[in-house]
């Protein structure tokens, strides 16, 4: 299963099929006169734009006569998203300008009698012109209804959105999976730290207390201060100790490769993990007694603040 980011961008057309005129009587009409009697009835273009949200928040911008469809245009989102603010536009296209539909003898016959039922009632009042009537003809043309063409154009964007997505969620497993293969590093980098730490720390405790016996002249014996020394470094290496720490970041990191080859949504779970990682490296870098601890520590966070700003915008 794919894993979806919330942010993409989708358009789709949807035309509507051109209707043919009246058949000519004229048994020599050719092919040609016939296809000049299809009137375009034009189109709906969608737009879709989505960028990341906790939840599903749609908004539509579409013009009037496409109201009564917002509810099956929600139904259509809902059904294809779970996560995202996504915004739907939504216009009528025109009609190829130059695509002038040949006047239908019904067209002209009632124009006819329209003009002269008003000559009659006002004989003052002028006679249509061709363009007045080339243009009645052309808002007259039936075309089919705009509402299943307007669903079908919502379905095409919502098909290029999800393949969007999908695309730019690929880029995002990419990317996570580049920062966990860096976490994972750095964790095998820390393992070995610990015990160093301890080492030098347990050679100047043994110094300090040398140090200290030769202060005193001998008050103490040697064996004391070596145990004591001893009881301080193992006290120390409880302290510093993050193998707990660093255990359970690999399990977290194991966690989200898991998620990551699964799909699906998976957003809000790895947001939680992320979480859980910043907090494993913050103990970590308060733990750590080494330089080269808190180097790593420092790059882990770096590594996981990158990761909790893609992991934002996955579905």
């Not at 496409?66 to 995202?84: I, K």
């Not at 009537?133 to 095409?156: F, G, H, S, Y």
Request: proline share 4%.
């Amino acid at each position: 299963m794919s894993v979806y980011s919330m942010t993409g961008f989708a358009s789709a057309v949807a035309s509507v099929p051109e209707h043919s005129g009246e058949a000519s009587d004229d048994a020599d009409s050719s092919s040609t006169a016939r296809s000049a009697n299809k009137t375009p009835g034009g189109g709906v273009g969608a737009e879709l734009r989505s960028v990341n949200s906790r939840f599903l928040d749609l908004s539509f911008k579409i013009s009037d006569e496409f109201r009564a469809l917002e509810p099956a245009l929600r139904d259509l989102l809902t059904a294809s998203f779970r996560r995202g603010k996504i915004e739907l536009k939504m216009q009528p296209q025109r009609a190829v300008e130059s695509a002038w539909p040949l006047p239908q003898p019904d067209q002209l016959h009632s124009l006819a009698r329209l003009e002269g039922m008003v000559q009659n009632w006002l004989p003052k009042a002028a006679p249509l012109s061709v363009n007045e009537v080339m243009n009645w003809c052309r808002t007259a043309a039936p075309i089919a209804k705009l509402e299943e063409v307007a669903l079908d154009a919502a379905r095409q964007a919502i098909e290029g959105l999800l393949e969007a997505r999908q695309r730019e969620g690929k880029r995002l497993v990419a990317i996570l999976m580049d920062r966990v293969n860096g976490l994972k590093a750095l964790a095998e980098q820390a393992t070995p730290l610990v015990p160093q730490a301890v080492q030098r720390q347990q050679e100047r405790f043994v110094q300090k207390y040398k140090e200290a016996l030769d202060a005193v002249g001998g008050g103490v014996t040697p064996e004391a201060a070596q145990e004591r020394a001893l009881n301080e470094a193992a006290a120390y290496a409880l302290r510093i100790d993050v193998d707990e720490e660093l255990q359970r970041l690999k399990a977290h990191l194991d966690e989200i490769t898991r998620l990551l080859k699964k799909g699906g949504e998976v957003g809000k779970r790895l947001d939680f993990l992320i979480q859980e990682l910043h907090r494993e490296a913050n103990t970590l870098g308060s733990k750590a007694a080494a330089l080269e601890l808190t180097q790593v520590s420092v790059e882990m966070k770096v590594l996981i603040e990158q990761m909790r700003e893609q992991v934002q915008n996955l579905e």
